[in-house]
């Protein structure tokens, strides 16, 4: 079955014809074209298709796409700012080596923001907490832990 | 030693803001207009007889332009064997058998169509260990070989026997000599990203690829060859290679689902892609090789090495791919890794009913070394000899040769000193066993200088500047995740006088980019570096060739310039007429400016400057540049098997301290150290970056990784059943030191890293373990049911 | 993927009619962490699927004492909940354990136990303190102690139209601790064994006991029999071992990806063990 629904996508107002049996995912990469977010598992174990939903973290890839009706969804795309410009904590990734492939990332780098958003001075094992759904192959995690730290005391500058 | 500006710094990767952003595009992100989406059907049964394949409801779902089999197509062989088909006929001989494929106009489709297609199959009897394969009467899984003679048997005629020396003799002249046996396991890539490609044809029936590769080049070769197949001889094709989300090994040979893809794309006229989910990236791409490993070593009274004998049966699956070399790798440490004086080494291999297996990070010297260095701790105990002394007495060293192998600079003995340092060695070997504690190391000796396992190591480079002194790098080079374009840049700007943020590296696209052999065995830094190196040093040559003619009036009309608008500055008296000489000028920082006056403002002008002042006037002129690196190694002898494979050699230690819960035999590792000898980094961030990840690899294949076959069915192929380390599993201090040895050969120093940092990691852990509670587990993964199971061994005894 | 509808009811009685208009062909949906995968793989047929979510009377929690805890509640809700964690440690410590935090924003206590695997971590916590679970239906509404909800793995006792609704826990008396501990083969895994412990003390000797296991045998199991050694006992090293030793006996464990049947074997006693020593701990805490 087919329905239009309509939600906020990073800020904007959107609407869309969706059928029922589509996940949030497909529908964010292929009606919106906003590939950012991506499937690296289809089964909730790896997070990398992970948005923010009301500020939540969630699978994208298990969400059934008629639940977002009226909900605030954000993307890794929406973090990006006027011009360009990186949110903090992408910016602390790229400056302390969060990144290699780079396919983990944007759900990696949500899931830090759902982490931070709730709590702003995460201890080592808050931030291995907050990112036990997000596999990485490429990093050992060292350095997205060091990414997290610094994107929390960017943050704290900024408040 | 010298002091560089960019070289050991650690500058933020170029590729990370794309990829932070999400704009960075990885193949599963390609669309193209008018694409169809392509799906494979894949065997039910590990070995049988194909007697009929029903594909007439398939072709008349709505939406499905392409129905192929082997029947309807040409025949595509593939591997250096060439005993594998892109599409099977006859028979199958594992459940990752393409039997046919479909493409259809949107994925869903596809994937119904594949689910009408019925295949009738006759079930044959299967093997699915090597031990079953070599006993007599055993169901044969290839019945001729590719020419199309009858075989008599399962093993693959593979000439993998070496030997130094008289190791009988050896053996007569040895204190103490242990023997043993040991295993590894299959473990799988896991690239966060999944694999896939799109192809399509041109007007012409040129073929244009984007596939996630490594080799662009030899993909290419493969490919061409793949057309002549087709009918399409003197056709070309272009390989694209867009960010691959990791490859770990899986982009390093082209694989069924590629030729199925340019076939589907030939019968259609239409772009089409096939890109892997999950669970078929774990169930039909090619894992590690594992391996089983009889070993026996020996040694004098004073622990010096006397002889080291090795005997592997592995299990090659199918059909022969880069699996079946992985021997040609385990030589380095089984001749190399310390002094070993007398050695023989004999590999068997045997086709089975199993997966077949490709490149995996490493590529056997993991499992290689998992057998060396449990023994060496085995041969140490005999000895009466702590093993980190046991390993410092038979270090190798810097400027000597085993077995061909030309080992230049060598910071193994500096690499174990800092383990046993940091791991307190001499306060914990053997004095923790009351807490179940216990510390325990390994080394590890890699290539480092490119590795020549084909006719060419070579690898190009074209330097292209522009009018604003950016300089755009050409190559055939592959980023995949490990720091590739990084490292590139900042060879770059060193080596030319620029700043990294004015160079970008294009890569991916053999229509534009110089030919490269493949980013593989931790040789894309290294050899494009270097290529970048002779690149730059050219484009130097021409810029203060062009220098000694138009610096000064440059400077002249500057200055000219500055005195029409301000009356009073007065003009500095240089000689502006006299011919200058090339050797007077330098170019640093994006300047170009005389070396004898390297502080006077006047005499400095912006290289965009200079290069503009060069190109728009008559008979004007740009500079390109282009090097071709091929390293000084040579391949193995096909009579004598001796060769330098590699430039020059990675060195490293790994150790351990860990503890056993002895209810429960759960591991828990208390601190992991390791030291490498990396030459000098060119990026220590991204370098880093390496042994970090590495090391987490090496902990799984340690600890959690295997795929579990049952009779060749993959039973394991998601992440809910297959279990790689999250970041909470990393609840002990990791910590990583870099050895700077300097190497002659490498640029700027620089040895290759992508692939040492995971390959003692396993016998480092199981060593400890051995410290902790005095039991050897023997097979990977180490898991707790086998060390209660030892214990419990133990304690009957 | 196969393709369903998809509907979002509002009220209970709206979900029933729904349900029994689609006849056998629709399941419920909570969370949908486990369900979308099973459909997605053929596991499961499903040509609807009805949500619960947007049935606000089953998300609460009322703690009182006693928990009344709705089905349709996060996980998310119950880990950050720090008066039920105090309340019912073993339930929220089994809940911060399960999947990772993704899952856990949209899986809930209900979707747990109704996909009824033999390794649902909310298992052992709610046996072991005797939860009260209520079923609801077209038919009217009725209670099923939690003992008797499992029938085997992916099996319990509900009719198609039924849905868990409740889940309710009595009050734990003074001097009584409970615990929850789980086993994987990494931190984030489908448990290898996991168990839960309950203990009501009276001054050094055990007055109450219960005790469940999971992962070892077709449903989450509760170990009456070991029970009854433990009551108006002392709780002794050697006691424990016995105790570790008639665990083994209770169970029985499969061999399949994640561990092996002998292993699942030992490690069940050994976690029960562990599992009674630290809420024997925490009772004294009290």
């Known amino acids: 079955m087919k329905r239009v629904i309509k939600f906020i996508l990073n800020g904007n107002t959107v609407s869309a014809e969706v059928e029922s049996h589509k996940m949030l995912l497909e529908v964010l990469r292929d009606t919106f074209e906003l590939t950012g977010t991506k499937e690296g598992c289809g089964q909730g174990e790896c997070g990398a298709c992970t948005v923010l939903i009301d500020g939540v973290s969630i699978n994208s890839c298990l969400y059934p796409v008629f639940e977002v009706e009226g909900k605030s969804v954000t993307t890794i795309e929406g973090l990006v700012g006027e011009g360009g410009k990186l949110h903090p904590i992408q910016e602390a990734f790229v400056a302390r080596g969060g990144i290699q492939c780079g396919f983990c990332s944007p759900g990696m780098i949500l899931s830090a923001k759902a982490l931070l958003d709730e709590n702003r001075a995460p201890s080592d094992e808050d931030i291995k907490r907050g990112i036990s759904g997000n596999l990485c192959r490429c990093t050992g995690y060292v350095q997205i832990m060091d990414s997290i730290r610094d994107a929390a005391s960017r943050l704290s500058g900024q408040d | 030693m010298t002091d560089y500006t960019f070289v050991g710094s650690e500058i933020p990767r170029p590729d990370a803001p794309d990829k932070a952003a999400g704009k960075a595009l990885f193949i599963s992100d390609l669309v193209k207009p008018g694409m169809l989406y392509g799906r494979i059907k894949y065997s039910e049964y590990a070995h049988a007889r194909i007697k009929h394949i029903d594909t007439s409801k398939a072709e008349r779902l709505p939406g499905v332009r392409a129905v192929i089999t082997g029947y309807n197509t040409p025949e595509i062989r593939i591997g250096f064997m060439k005993d594998n088909f892109a599409l099977k006929k006859d028979k199958v001989r594992q459940f990752r058998d393409e039997v046919a494929a479909v493409a259809a106009t949107d994925p869903e489709i596809a994937k119904e169509a594949v689910d009408l297609i019925r295949v009738e199959y006759e079930e044959l009897s299967g093997v699915f260990t090597p031990e079953d394969a070599l006993k007599e009467g055993a169901p044969l899984i290839h019945e001729v070989d590719p020419r199309g003679k009858p075989r008599k048997d399962n093993v693959i005629q593979l000439p993998w026997n070496w030997s130094e020396g008289d190791v009988e003799k050896a053996k007569d002249a040895s204190a103490f000599i242990v023997e043993d046996n040991y295993e590894t396991q299959l473990i799988q890539q896991t690239c966060m990203g999944t694999a896939g490609c799109i192809a399509e044809f041109d007007l012409q029936s040129n073929l244009i690829i984007h596939s996630k590769t490594q080799i662009p080049y030899l993909a290419q070769n493969d490919f061409n060859q793949a057309l002549v197949a087709m009918g399409l001889k003197g056709k070309s094709t272009r390989v694209i290679v867009p960010y691959l989300g990791g490859s770990f090994g899986t982009g390093l040979d082209t694989h069924g689902y590629e030729y199925i893809t340019i076939l589907l794309a030939y019968r259609t006229g239409r772009p089409v892609k096939i890109l892997l989910n999950r669970v078929e990236e774990f169930s039909y791409l090619s894992p590690r090789q594992p391996s089983k490993t009889h070993i026996i070593q020996g040694c004098d009274k004073e622990g010096k090495l006397t002889f080291r004998e090795v005997n592997m049966l592995l299990d090659n699956g199918a059909y022969v791919s880069w699996g079946a070399t992985t021997p040609t790798v385990m030589l380095m440490p089984i001749s190399t890794l310390y002094q070993v004086p007398n050695f023989k080494y004999h590999a068997k291999i045997v086709y089975t009913n199993n997966t077949y297996c490709q490149a995996m990070r490493g590529y056997g010297n993991p499992q290689a070394t998992w057998a060396i260095e449990n023994n060496m701790d085995q041969l140490a105990e005999k000895a009466g000899i702590d093993p980190l002394d046991f390993r410092i007495i038979n270090r190798n060293e810097a400027n000597t040769e085993s077995f061909g192998f030309k080992i230049t600079s060598c910071g193994l003995e500096e690499c174990i000193r800092s383990v046993g340092d940091r791991l307190e060695w001499k306060k914990k070997r053997g004095k923790q066993k009351a807490k179940a504690r216990g510390v325990g190391m390994a080394s590890l000796f890699h290539t480092g200088g490119g590795c020549r396992i084909y006719r060419s190591d070579g690898t190009g480079i074209i330097m292209k500047l522009d009018d604003f002194g950016n300089v755009s790098v050409s190559t055939g080079g592959i980023e995949m995740g490990q720091g590739f374009n990084s490292a590139l840049s900042i060879a770059t700007a060193e080596a030319l006088g620029v700043t990294p943020d004015k160079v970008s590296v294009v890569f991916g696209d053999t229509a534009t980019c110089p030919w490269d052999v493949g980013t593989h065995a931790s040789r894309g830094a290294y050899t494009s570096c270097n290529a970048a190196i002779l690149a730059a040093d050219k484009a130097r040559k021409k810029i203060f060739d062009l220098a000694a003619t138009h610096f000064m009036p440059r400077v002249k009309s500057i200055l000219k310039e500055r005195q029409k608008k301000d009356p009073n500055f007065e003009m500095p008296d240089f000689d502006f007429e006299s011919p200058r000489d090339p050797s007077e000028f330098d170019l640093k920082g994006n300047s170009v400016f005389l070396r004898e006056e390297p502080e006077n403002p006047f005499l400095r002008i912006s290289l965009g400057e200079l290069l503009r002042a060069v190109h728009f006037r008559n008979q004007g002129t740009m500079i390109v540049t282009e090097a071709f690196y091929d390293p000084n190694n040579t391949m193995l002898d096909p009579k004598t098997g001796k060769g330098n494979l590699s430039a020059t050699y990675t060195w490293g230690a790994q150790g351990a301290e860990v503890e056993v819960d002895l209810e429960t035999g759960e591991l828990k590792i208390l601190n992991f150290v390791s030291a490498n000898d990396v030459g000098r980094p060119i990026n220590k961030q991204t370098i880093m970056g390496q042994f970090y990840g590495a090391s987490v690899i090496g902990f799984g294949y340690a600890l959690s990784e295997e795929i579990k076959l049952d009779k060749g069915r993959n039973m394991n192929p998601n992440f809910l059943d297959y279990k790689i380390f999250s970041a909470r599993d990393l609840n002990f201090p990791l910590n990583i030191e870099l050895i700077e040895t300097n190497d002659p050969e490498g640029p700027f120093g620089a040895k290759g890293v992508g692939e040492p940092g995971l390959v003692p990691t396993a016998p480092a852990i199981g060593n400890a373990i051995y410290d902790a509670i005095g039991v050897r587990i023997k097979s990977l993964p180490i898991t707790p049911e086998k060390i209660l199971a030892a214990l419990k061994e133990k304690d009957k005894k | ?286």
């Open chain 3, 1 to 286: 993927m196969k393709k369903f509808a998809y509907y979002q009811p509002k009220s209970l009685k709206e979900a029933y009619g729904l349900m029994e208009k689609q006849g056998g062909n629709a399941k419920y949906i909570a969370g949908g962490t486990d369900i979308i995968w099973r459909v997605k793989q053929g596991m499961t047929e499903a040509g609807a699927l009805i949500s619960l979510r947007g049935i606000e009377e089953l998300a609460y929690i009322r703690l009182n004492g006693d928990l009344a805890l709705g089905s349709m509640v996060p996980f998310r809700t119950i880990e950050r909940d720090s008066s039920l964690a105090k309340a019912y440690p073993s339930l929220s410590e089994a809940v911060s354990l399960l999947a990772n935090p993704q899952v856990r924003n949209v899986a809930t206590v209900g979707g747990n136990l109704c996909n009824a695997a033999p390794s649902a971590d909310c298992a052992p916590p709610l046996i072991v303190l005797d939860a009260i679970l209520t079923l609801e239906g077209p038919g009217g509404k009725r209670e099923v102690p939690i003992g008797d909800f499992f029938k085997g793995p992916g099996k319990m006792c509900m009719e198609n139209t039924e849905v868990l609704t409740q889940i309710r826990l009595p009050k734990m008396a003074g001097n009584s601790g409970t615990s929850f501990l789980k086993k994987g083969r990494v931190s984030q895994d489908i448990a290898i064994v996991n168990a839960a412990a309950f203990l009501v003390m009276e001054g050094n000797l055990c007055r109450k006991c219960r005790l469940a296991v999971g992962a070892v045998a077709p449903v989450p199991l509760r170990l009456r029999d070991v029970e009854g050694m433990l009551e108006n006992q002392e709780i002794s090293t050697e006691l424990l071992d016995r105790v570790a030793e008639k665990v083994e006996q209770a169970v029985s464990p499969i061999t399949d990806v994640r561990s092996t049947a002998e292993y699942r074997r030992v490690l069940s006693g050994v976690l029960v063990k562990k599992a009674i020593r630290e809420a024997h701990q925490r009772a004294g805490q009290q």
